[in-house]
């Protein structure tokens, strides 16, 4: 009886050992296709970032974002301002 527990359990075990195996390098994967793709959005925002301190420096005038919109200061000025009461 006892040489019939042993390689069932056996088994059992390297079933388990298997599923975790398969778990673990699922999880893996996933997670560094996420971290690729993060290091790709921040490398992308650093550039942007900088292409837009270059500008800045190229312009040599003061700017500055309203609504999503670059403004340079002479475009400011000419806007129409809105009255708040």
């Not at 996420?34 to 700017?63: G, H, P, V």
Request: net charge negative.
């Amino acid at each position: 009886m006892r040489t019939l527990l042993l390689p069932l359990k056996l088994t059992n075990v390297t079933e388990n050992m298997i599923s975790i195996h398969d778990y673990l390098k699922n999880s893996y994967n996933e997670k560094k296709e996420w971290l690729a793709e993060s290091i790709a959005f921040f490398k992308d925002f650093a550039q942007m970032e900088e292409e837009f301190r270059q500008e800045l420096l190229n312009k040599n005038e003061y700017c500055i974002c309203i609504e999503g919109e670059m403004l340079f200061e002479k475009d400011i000025h000419s806007r129409s301002m809105e009255e708040n009461y």
